[in-house]
């Protein structure tokens, strides 16, 4: 069984700030890793993936993400926040890479203040 | 582009009810998801297919049966309505190709049961 854990229940932040969404995962075998945005009243929408090779994906919007082994950890970043992204961030890890069986995180809602 | 189409988007139903969640997609993918999601809490997978005539049990199937009568659509059916019911439930497409983990989400279903 895996599970994901998003200890930040709420971040803010102001318009230009960095900001790190953290995720942290637990499960024995190979791990397929994602992050989503939800937007107020509309469904999820993929932002970016890792299964293997690098380290550090890149995303849609600026977003990327680093994989951590031995941390078990996937943490979101964004270099310097608009206020559009202001959302519900989703990690999601899966035991198979093509599959939707996912496993969620409860998720982060940042804030961006302008 | 990707359309995963759900219908209702709102519904209010009755204790003891039965009430029929449709989703339509037109990404030709072999797999699609139904999750719901509750205030607070990430997405939790109900049932799922790998293609029509196909459903499987996902994390949480008690109390909800699934119907995938062709490679289109997929529906989620609850013989029985219970208060408990009460969320929004978000009907989701995915390519079974290695290559590609992405999935798409509808915009969801909002249901209230009475």
């Known amino acids: 069984t895996q599970t994901v854990s998003q200890s930040d229940a709420h971040v803010t932040v102001f318009e230009g700030d960095s900001v790190e969404l953290r995720c942290n995962y637990s499960?024995?075998?190979?791990?397929?890793l994602s992050w989503y945005i939800q937007h107020h009243g509309h469904g999820l929408q993929f932002l970016l993936k890792?299964?293997?090779?690098?380290?550090v994906v890149q995303g849609v919007n600026g977003f990327e993400a680093e994989f951590s082994k031995s941390d078990s950890s996937f943490h979101l970043r964004k270099a310097s926040v608009h206020w559009s992204d202001s959302a519900v961030y989703f990690c999601?890890?899966?035991?198979?890479?093509?599959?939707?069986?996912?496993?969620f995180g409860d998720g982060t809602v940042l804030t961006v203040k302008p | 582009e990707a359309a995963v189409t759900q219908s209702p988007r709102n519904k209010v139903a009755v204790t003891g009810g039965k009430v029929t969640l449709s989703c339509n997609q037109t990404?030709?993918?072999?797999?699609m998801y139904w999750y719901r999601q509750d205030t607070g809490h990430g997405l939790r997978l109900i049932h799922y297919?790998?293609?029509?005539?196909?459903?499987e049990k996902g994390d949480i199937p008690d109390g909800y049966k699934a119907s995938r009568p062709s490679q289109e659509n997929f529906s989620l059916i609850l013989e029985l309505a219970t208060p408990s019911q009460t969320s929004v439930y978000f009907c989701?497409?995915?390519?079974?190709?290695?290559?590609?983990?992405?999935?798409?989400f509808g915009k969801g279903t909002r249901l209230t049961v009475v």
């Open positions: 989701a497409s995915g390519d079974a190709s290695q290559s590609n983990t992405e999935v798409f």
């Open positions: 297919s790998y293609g029509a005539g196909s459903t």
């Open positions: 890792y299964y293997s090779g690098n380290p």
């Open positions: 499960y024995g075998g190979s791990i397929y």
């Open positions: 990404n030709n993918h072999n797999n």
């Open positions: 999601a890890v899966s035991a198979r890479a093509n599959t939707g069986k996912l496993t």
